[in-house]
């Protein structure tokens, strides 16, 4: 079986539902020492065409994950809120959701992509590296983030 992605706004019930549910996972698992986790809801007008897109995972007809891109200028391109359910992990359904979000990356005009994470999430740093992300400096004030990177497309 293969993830079905699908055009979403933010702010529909699924897509809501998805994106609660991975603060919530990452509020439960940031380390205290750092401070709180803090949670900001996507800005439905970011990840609407030209300026980004917001893709909801389905398997089986059920939504199982979620990511978007936005535009953060006319070349650069920022990955957020990949994020799939336990039952969804471990089919390589991430970087395929990666993959797909850098086509709509390309589509939109970028030439680069860009993303922050944190430390904490392994698999995620993984991710990237293995899909030809590498780390550079800061590119934003995130205090959620630990780590930054970039990648030509």
Not at 70 to 99: I, N, P, S, T
Request: charged content about 25%.
């Amino acid at each position: 079986m293969q993830p079905v992605f699908r055009v979403a706004d933010v702010a529909d019930p699924e897509a809501h539902a998805l994106l609660a549910e991975y603060f919530a996972m990452r509020a439960a698992g940031f380390d205290p020492a750092a401070g709180n986790y803090r949670t900001v809801f996507p800005d439905p007008a970011r990840f609407v065409p030209p300026a980004g897109v917001f893709l909801v995972v389905e398997a089986e007809g059920a939504p199982v994950g979620c990511g978007g891109i936005r535009m953060l200028d006319a070349h650069r391109a920022e990955v957020k809120h990949l994020y799939l359910r336990d039952a969804a992990r471990g089919r390589g359904w991430g970087g395929m959701l990666l993959g797909e979000l850098e086509r709509r990356a390309r589509e939109l005009g970028a030439t680069e992509a860009v993303l922050d994470t944190n430390a904490d999430l392994e698999a995620a740093g993984g991710l990237y590296r293995a899909r030809g992300y590498t780390e550079v400096p800061p590119y934003n004030d995130n205090p959620n983030a630990t780590l930054w990177f970039r990648k030509g497309l």
